[in-house]
């Protein structure tokens, strides 16, 4: 029997990284999951027996409410997001409103699609992703990204404390460096100014006091735990798995 047994969740940015092991792992735990991304291509081998896909885009309202009454979801977990590189100097007006729009706005949309539906059935679980590069920290040459994710911090409380007579939680999770494709876009940027691809990587190695990053399913069952009952007592929470980083 599993965790997530008779659930319906609803995931964004699904194919690939934390998304894409998210889906697998709370389908793993018996839940129904919606795997849904922007770029259809990249859920192609992802459905299976309790796993339906389709696209979504997280920027456009219309798109989301069809998600959602799709879905129904019990869980939604709102992974969608961009990291752009460089400080405030570098950070022009579109980056900025791409940014928030995506890694802010798109999470609004979902929450408030999905909240009246979930109030309606008696509850719900909300997992928002944000980063230790948040309020939590800072990160060299994050300064939008660190931006959006204190949004999303206190965008998660704002929603945990408004909504948790309804039964619904919500909590967010701040990951430090994660192995994902993301990451190697990163890597490849960085490599450029500081001599190769190699020197890149080992800067971002270096940070990470257990002297590796995380792998996206060490990611995904901390995901599992908070769709499932047994963080029922847990919400308004930004849950730091960055393997040290922030405690230094």
């Not at 997280?58 to 019990?74: C, K, L, Y």
């Not at 931006?147 to 948790?164: E, H, L, R, S």
């Not at 800067?203 to 009952?229: H, T, W």
């Amino acid at each position: 029997m599993g965790r997530l047994d008779g659930k319906r969740a609803l995931v964004t940015a699904a194919g690939q990284g934390i998304g894409r092991a998210s889906v697998l792992a709370m389908a793993a735990e018996g839940a129904h999951v919606f795997a849904t991304d922007i770029n259809a291509s990249a859920l192609g081998d992802l459905a299976g027996d309790n796993i339906e896909t389709f696209t979504l885009n997280a920027m456009d309202a219309d798109s989301i409410a069809a998600g959602v009454e799709r879905a129904a979801p019990d869980v939604l977990f709102n992974c969608a997001g961009f990291v752009h590189h460089g400080t405030v100097l570098d950070a022009t007006e579109d980056e900025w409103d791409f940014a928030f729009d995506l890694n802010v706005r798109s999470m609004s949309r979902t929450m408030r699609a999905a909240l009246p539906g979930m109030i309606e059935r008696g509850g719900g679980s909300i997992i928002n992703m944000s980063s230790a590069a948040s309020s939590i920290i800072g990160a060299p040459n994050r300064f939008i990204y660190g931006a959006t994710k204190a949004a999303v911090i206190g965008m998660t409380k704002a929603v945990a404390v408004d909504f948790v007579k309804d039964g619904i939680r919500c909590n967010c999770i701040c990951p430090g460096t994660v192995e994902s494709p993301s990451l190697q876009d990163r890597i490849k940027v960085l490599g450029e100014q500081v001599g190769g691809y190699e020197e890149a990587h080992r800067q971002f190695v270096a940070r990470q006091p257990m002297g590796r990053v995380a792998k996206a399913e060490e990611i995904a069952n901390l995901v599992v735990y908070l769709a499932s009952d047994d963080s029922g007592f847990t919400t308004g929470h930004p849950h730091i798995i960055d393997g040290g980083w922030s405690g230094q």
